[in-house]
């Protein structure tokens, strides 16, 4: 396996608007990055485990029925997600109440069918039975992802340094709510 042919596969795949990075950019966007790291910490904890599972074999004996049950169920958390966005007011974007957990980053991978989709696409370009490779295949995967996500919620943050208004934030939420709701339905028809 070389690490550079596995980064350059990987790139463009994590670091492109989708579910998981349109996610924490719209949190980074309303409780800044700190208040973003237990859902990030439960995502890429969630994230190494399914790379895990999917290096050893996981989709290959569930079929393609899971897949498209995955996909709906995602699909339709992804919608939900997006309308949570839309119709939360500007006075929420400081509320601790609404703000991700540990489980709801985890609950998020879980459901993300393009991380699955990914996942699937990974090892099979990079397949291995040796147990290490799949570690470092799956270590590589986390990571980089956990970077990507980390730029987007950095750059989510930075739109919340630049808001002054409840305007303002309505607007952003809107923006990103449009997002994932267009993220959802493009991943429902592909």
């Given amino acids: 396996m070389s690490l550079f042919a596995l980064l350059l596969f990987l790139l463009p795949l994590a670091y492109s608007p989708g579910p998981g990075n349109l996610f924490f950019a719209a949190h980074g966007a309303r409780f800044g990055w700190r208040r973003t790291i237990p859902a990030y910490l439960g995502y890429h904890m969630a994230t190494l485990l399914a790379a895990l ?25 992804v919608l939900w997600l997006a309308l949570k966005l839309w119709r939360s007011s500007a006075v929420t974007r400081l509320d601790n109440t609404h703000q991700a ?5 985890a609950a998020l991978l879980a459901l993300n069918p393009k991380a699955w989709a ?3 696409a990974l090892f099979a370009q990079f397949p291995s039975a040796d147990t290490m490779t799949v570690l470092a295949v799956a270590l590589v995967f986390t990571l980089n992802n956990a970077l990507a996500f980390a730029l987007w919620a950095g750059l989510g943050q930075s739109i919340l340094a630049h808001m002054t208004s ?9 923006g ?11 991943m429902a028809a592909g």
């Fill in 101 to 105: 957990t540990l489980w709801d980053g």
């Fill in 118 to 120: 990914i996942m699937a």
């Fill in 53 to 77: 599972a999917v290096g050893a074999g996981l989709l290959l004996l569930t079929g393609p029925v899971l897949g498209r049950v995955l996909l709906w169920v995602g699909t339709g958390y």
């Fill in 176 to 186: 990103f709510a449009l997002m994932l709701a267009v993220v959802a339905l493009a």
């Fill in 166 to 174: 409840e305007t303002q934030v309505r607007a952003v939420n809107r």
